[in-house]
């Protein structure tokens, strides 16, 4: 059984490992608040994300664990609009490319950079976090 959680990356420790290797290790909070944890991301594990040294403090992830191992990391949002644009691969995906897209918004309430489109209410577009209204 799949278990997801919002994480919000504090510092980012090593890529690769001891020995090298193919992963990230990096500190990390449960959104929206709770005990600081150390894991560790396999390369293969990164959805949206170009490369694990793209990763960095002020990110968000959304994190598909099965027991203690990661099976998938996503990236949500970053604080950084330049971090954000850095971590999300260059060329987007085919489904993607069949029509105009939104690579990534702000929410002044969370004040964090978003990967896609915010959820449209009506005639209103609100933050896909914390429901609010987008100006």
């Avoid at 970053?78 to 644009?85: E, I, M, Q, S």
């Avoid at 309430?109 to 449209?120: D, E, H, M, R, V």
């Amino acid at each position: 059984m799949t278990d997801q959680r919002l994480m919000w990356v504090t510092e980012v420790h090593n890529f690769g490992g001891f020995f090298g290797g193919d992963t990230v290790t990096l500190s990390a909070v449960p959104w929206p608040e709770g005990e600081e944890t150390t894991l560790t991301i396999d390369e293969k594990a990164l959805d949206n994300i170009a490369a694990r040294h793209t990763l960095a403090a002020e990110m968000l992830l959304r994190l598909d664990f099965s027991g203690e191992r990661i099976d998938r990391a996503y990236l949500v949002a970053a604080r950084d609009r330049t971090l954000l644009n850095q971590a999300l691969p260059a060329t987007p995906s085919a489904a993607a490319l069949s029509r105009p897209t939104i690579r990534a918004y702000h929410c002044p309430a969370c004040s964090l950079w978003f990967t896609g489109q915010p959820l449209q209410q009506g005639a209103q577009w609100v933050c896909t976090l914390c429901d609010q209204g987008l100006r």
